[in-house]
């Protein structure tokens, strides 16, 4: 069954430093998605990304967050300047359609020092 | 603010028994309502999702919709202990870029 991969599993990166998240999406998936889960609490939205461009964005994806779609598989999300609070799991989902099941990866565990 | 809530629990229940997990929604506007399971330290998994006011069965789980007192259920007949997990309602409106909230989790165990 066709799956979103996600790399690295975990990542540590001293605070200010920059990371980029990667993530494939199943292969004929159009809606993509980043979210992310502070150990202990709800799945939280980031970013959703439709059609080469930023659907929609929570209030927690400002001006340090990113994303980018470089080639037709790979979907990025950079955090230019990292702090402690961005310690986190974060999750790539795909769907084929806007209203249809979202399909998670395993995740990464970014740690924040 | 949309908000979906769901008890935190824990919720025990025995093994073969049916496990009842609810959530609330505070958006009118929300169409799609998705229930995922979560095992510690892993991502959501997709158990059933439900567009329409009624029941849908697939398997062990049903899931209930009730757009008018913005409710959603699932339930779980046979409760098994690989059962044991948080699981996680979803709610979607597709005019606000398709993403979901989620609810906090319910924690289920089910005892042997």
């Known amino acids: 069954e066709p799956e979103v991969t996600q790399t690295p599993s975990h990542q540590v990166t001293q605070m200010g430093q920059e990371v980029i998240l990667r993530c494939v999406p199943i292969s004929n998936h159009l809606y993509f998605y980043w979210y992310r889960q502070i150990l202990g609490q709800k799945v939280e939205f980031l970013v959703s990304f439709y059609n080469n461009e930023i659907s929609e964005k929570s209030e927690i994806f400002d001006d340090q967050f990113s994303v980018e779609r470089p080639d037709g598989s790979n979907f990025t999300l950079k955090i230019r300047s990292t702090k402690l609070e961005d310690s986190a799991m974060y999750f790539c989902?795909?769907?084929?359609?806007?209203?249809?099941?979202?399909?998670f990866g395993d995740g990464t565990r970014l740690s924040i020092l | 603010q949309k908000e979906v809530e769901q008890n935190s629990g824990p919720l025990s229940v025995p093994e073969g028994a049916i496990a009842s997990l609810n959530c609330t929604y505070s958006d009118r506007g929300s169409q799609s309502f998705f229930w995922y399971r979560q095992y510690s330290g892993k991502s959501p998994e997709l158990i059933m999702f439900?567009?329409?006011?009624g029941d849908k069965e697939d398997g062990r789980f049903t899931a209930q919709l009730n757009k008018a007192s913005q409710y959603v259920s699932l339930l779980i007949r046979d409760s098994q202990p690989s059962d044991s997990a948080t699981y996680l309602c979803a709610v979607m409106r597709e005019d606000y870029g398709q993403n979901f909230v989620f609810g906090p989790g319910t924690r289920l165990s089910v005892l042997p």
């Open positions: 439900i567009y329409s006011n």
């Open positions: 989902a795909s769907s084929a359609k806007s209203n249809q099941p979202q399909h």
